[in-house]
């Protein structure tokens, strides 16, 4: 997804579960970590975590989105936009979006990797070509083994 389609989708939900036109800057940010939106109150921008996408797929992401969308309408609107907010867990409610942007888990995916001599095992963010590199430990031939999503 292009951050024009992201932004695209986040009018097309604002629409369809608000009936409310999104009117700001919807963008990616990969370095959220532990979250999978976020919305500034100052800009009344909305950052998407990437990696949400790639890990839980669209539908999941849809339902960050109208998680944000909630903070977004609410704040716009003068009304109570924070979690602990009467008005913010009815709308949330109604629109059926997740409770919480904050307890989703970080996962990532990882490459798993292990040494044929010394059978060490190594994960890497990155694909890289085993020929070109060697176990830091023995200096033996890795063999790469599988994608992995670990929790972080
Ligand atoms: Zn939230
Ligand atoms: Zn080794």
Do not use: W
Request: with cysteine; glycine share 6%.
């Amino acid at each position: 997804m292009t951050e024009q389609e992201l932004q695209r989708h986040m009018e097309s939900v604002s629409l369809q579960f608000f009936q409310k036109r999104f009117r700001h800057q919807a963008r990616f940010n990969s370095r959220l970590r532990t979250t999978g939106g976020r919305y500034l109150l100052k800009s009344h921008v909305i950052e998407m975590n990437p990696r949400y996408l790639e890990n839980f797929g669209l539908e999941y992401f849809i339902g960050i989105m109208k998680h944000e969308l909630c903070h977004y309408h609410l704040h716009l609107a003068g009304k109570g936009y924070q979690h602990r907010d009467a008005d913010f867990r009815e709308l949330l409610a109604k629109v059926d979006a997740p409770r919480f942007c904050q307890a989703i888990p970080t996962t990532q995916k990882m490459h798993r990797y292990v040494c044929l001599s010394c059978q060490t095992e190594f994960l890497r963010k990155r694909r890289f070509d085993v020929k070109k590199y060697r176990c830091g430990r023995c200096n033996g031939r890795l063999a790469y083994m599988e994608e992995k999503i670990v929790n972080g």
